[in-house]
T-cell receptor
Framework: DAKTTQPPSMDCAEGRAANLPCNHS???????VYWYRQIHSQGPQYIIH???NNETNEMASLIITEDRKSSTLILPHATLRDTAVYYC????????????FGQGTRLTINP | GAVVSQHPSRVICKSGTSVKIECRSL??????MFWYRQFPKQSLMLMAT?????????EQGVEKDKFLINHASLTLSTLTVTSAHPEDSSFYIC?????????????FGQGTRLTVV
């Protein structure tokens, strides 16, 4: 799987949009960009994924650059409960494939 | 959605004893189970991958005789930490895989906090 690079930490004010960047310059054509988050002492939670088009669901939006070498996860109205470590992973789309986690971004939402 | 139930959520054991962690897939057949370990303020590290009915594949540096994995059915996989030591204290998380293309999958267990005293 392609390696990803994320900032180690970010802060965001409650109610504002949180924009989390991820670089994946070596991504292959058949690899998707996945985002997960992990709230303290819990298992990782799926957020969103995409291939090349921008995606939006009830949790977040995913913006992927045209060259697919980077992406941004957007939490439109961050709440205190969004405080977590966010992981960006690139992988082929196959249910039984192992996920390799990087260090992620520790996002702190401040009141 | 697909759910993996992991038990126990917390366990404290004495040094030298063994601890078993269970992961059950509640509404899907987990043909593959991944086991991760996470130390404080670190990322998840894959320990091993098991396929139902066959031996687990361990990542480099993980002792297979210490971390026994059993995946005897499509709905149950267990990780046994044998002769536990304080350095085995960690957060253990399982993840089930279906083997089919499943873009949404996030079949992680809730995690087990193991403390060895």
């Amino acid at each position: 799987d392609a390696k990803t690079t994320q900032p180690p930490s970010m802060d965001c004010a409650e109610g504002r949009a949180a924009n989390l960047p991820c670089n994946h310059s070596t991504i292959s054509g058949n690899e998707y960009v996945y985002w997960y988050r992990q709230i303290h002492s819990q298992g990782p939670q799926y957020i969103i994924h995409g291939l090349k088009n921008n995606e939006t669901n009830e949790m977040a939006s995913l913006i992927i650059t045209e060259d697919r070498k980077s992406s941004t996860l957007i939490l439109p109205h961050a709440t205190l409960r969004d405080t977590a470590v966010y992981y960006c992973i690139v992988r082929v789309i196959q249910g039984a494939q192992k996920l390799v986690f990087g260090q992620g971004t520790r996002l702190t939402i401040n009141p | 959605g697909a759910v993996v139930s992991q038990h126990p959520s917390r366990v404290i054991c004495k040094s030298g004893t063994s601890v078993k962690i269970e992961c059950r897939s509640l509404d899907f057949q987990a043909t593959t189970m991944f086991w991760y370990r996470q130390f404080p303020k670190q990322s998840l590290m894959l320990m091993a991958t098991s396929n139902e009915g066959s031996k687990a594949t361990y990542e480099q540096g993980v002792e297979k005789d210490k971390f026994l994995i059993n995946h005897a059915s499509l709905t149950l996989s267990t990780l046994t930490v044998t002769s536990a030591h304080p350095e085995d204290s960690s957060f253990y998380i399982c993840r089930g895989g279906t083997g089919a293309q499943s873009p949404r999958e996030a079949f992680f267990g809730q995690g087990t906090r193991l403390t060895v005293v």
